[in-house]
C-alpha cells in the first residue's frame, strides 16, 4: 500500500513566521502534490513537482514556496504565514491514481 | 463554467438504501476517473480507478463514466453508517503525471 506521511497533523503558528510542511511518501512516485482544502472552496492545488528539485506553479501559490530535494520528500514552505493561510494542508503522490496524507491542519494566529 | 461539475449536498439516506453520486465535467479529453472518499479530519482515500466508459465494480461500490455524456457516477448499494463522508470525483489526462481535476465534493450521511 502506498503510503504518504505528512509530518504534523496540527500545527499552530504565529503571523509572520516562515513555516515548513514535511511530506515523505515511500512508493517511489516521481508526482507530488500539495492542496489546501476550505469548506466551500473544495481542493486546490498550490504546487506540484514532477521530479527532484523540480516544480510547477498550482492554482493558489502566492505566499508559498516547495522544495523537492530528495524524490520521496516534498516540503511546503509559507514564506511568512499570515491568517489567510489557516487551512487543512494535504500532500498527495501519484504515479496513476493519486494518494493522499491525512492533512496537516494549520493555525496561524 | 467549472471544468467539474457536483453536487455539493449534503445528502442524507436511510441505512440500506443505494446511493448515486455523481459528477458532469467539460473537458471531453479526461480519460481516467476516480473516486475519493474523505471522513472527517483525514485525507481523502481512494475508491475507484476507471478509464473506460462503462462500470466497474468493487463490493458495494460500483464506479459509470459515460464519456459521451461526459458524466461519471458512483452507486453504492446497501449503504451503511460507516459510508457517512464526503465523497470526491477526480479526472484526469493522463494515466500517469499529471494534476487531476476534482469536483466538490459530495456530503452523504446515511442514517442507522
Known amino acids: 500500500d502506498v503510503k504518504v506521511t505528512q509530518s504534523s497533523r496540527y500545527l499552530v503558528k504565529r503571523t509572520g513566521e516562515k513555516v515548513f510542511l514535511e511530506c515523505v511518501q515511500d512508493?517511489?512516485?516521481?508526482?507530488m502534490f500539495w492542496y489546501r482544502q476550505d469548506p466551500g472552496l473544495g481542493l486546490r492545488l498550490i504546487y506540484f513537482?514532477?521530479?527532484?528539485?523540480?516544480?510547477e506553479k498550482g492554482d493558489i501559490p502566492e505566499g508559498y514556496s516547495v522544495s523537492r530535494e530528495k524524490k520521496e520528500r516534498f516540503s511546503l514552505i509559507l514564506e511568512s504565514a499570515s491568517t489567510n493561510q489557516t487551512s487543512m494542508y494535504l500532500c498527495?503522490?501519484?504515479?496513476?491514481?493519486?494518494?493522499f496524507g491525512d492533512g496537516t491542519r494549520l493555525s496561524i494566529l | 463554467q467549472k471544468e467539474v461539475e457536483q453536487d455539493p449536498g449534503p445528502l442524507s439516506v436511510p441505512e440500506g438504501a443505494i446511493v448515486s453520486l455523481n459528477c458532469t465535467y467539460s473537458?471531453?479529453?479526461?480519460?481516467?476517473f476516480m473516486w475519493y472518499r474523505q471522513y472527517s479530519r483525514k485525507g481523502p482515500e481512494l475508491l475507484m480507478y476507471?478509464?473506460?466508459?462503462g462500470n466497474k465494480e468493487d463490493g458495494r461500490f460500483t464506479a459509470q463514466v459515460d464519456k459521451s455524456s461526459k458524466y461519471i457516477s458512483l452507486f453504492i448499494r446497501d449503504s451503511q453508517p460507516s459510508d457517512s463522508a464526503t465523497y470526491l470525483c477526480?479526472?484526469?489526462?493522463?494515466?500517469?503525471?499529471?494534476?487531476?481535476?476534482f469536483g466538490q465534493g459530495t456530503e452523504l450521511s446515511v442514517k442507522p
Open positions: 477526480a479526472m484526469t489526462l493522463y494515466n500517469q503525471g499529471g494534476k487531476l481535476i
Open positions: 513537482s514532477y521530479d527532484v528539485k523540480m516544480k
Open positions: 498527495a503522490s501519484r504515479r496513476t491514481a493519486l494518494h
Open positions: 476507471t478509464y473506460s466508459s
Open positions: 473537458n471531453s479529453a479526461f480519460q481516467y
Open positions: 512508493m517511489d512516485h516521481e508526482n
